[in-house]
């Protein structure tokens, strides 16, 4: 049972990257899904949130860059990144859960989360 980040690299500011996050012995549709970030020296951070009817959530940094979507088929969610800024410069980390209400990204309502890729935007 395990979810797979991965997608990160090196980008110039303006660019894109497609983070992926798959998931595997279990069924990634019973479950909301939540991309995380973390800086050097920064605390963890919630970046976009979406649960298994689709409705999604941005933090005010990310909306109308970042899109995020999920494949119950593929057992796999994404996050699409574009215009990238340095300042989106962290591992970025997926985790499935059942959140409850508003509480988007509050860490410890999700049971399962990937191993982090590295999003290195440079200026």
């Known amino acids: 049972v395990q979810l797979q980040a991965s997608g990160g690299g090196l980008v110039q500011a303006g660019g894109s990257l497609r983070l992926s996050c798959a998931a595997s012995?279990?069924?990634?549709?019973?479950?909301?899904i939540a991309w995380f970030r973390q800086a050097p020296g920064r605390e963890r951070e919630g970046v976009s949130y979406?649960?298994?009817?689709?409705?999604?959530y941005y933090v005010d940094s990310v909306k109308g860059r970042f899109t995020i979507s999920r494949d119950d088929a593929r057992n796999t969610a994404y996050l699409q990144m574009n215009s990238l800024k340095p300042e989106d410069t962290a591992v970025y980390y997926c985790?499935?859960?059942?959140?409850?209400?508003?509480?988007?990204?509050?860490?410890?309502?999700?049971?399962?989360w990937g191993q982090g890729t590295q999003v290195t935007v440079s200026s």
């Open positions: 012995g279990f069924r990634l549709g019973f479950y909301d």
């Open positions: 985790a499935a859960g059942r959140p409850v209400g508003s509480a988007y990204f509050t860490s410890s309502l999700y049971d399962y």
């Open positions: 979406i649960d298994s009817g689709h409705s999604t």
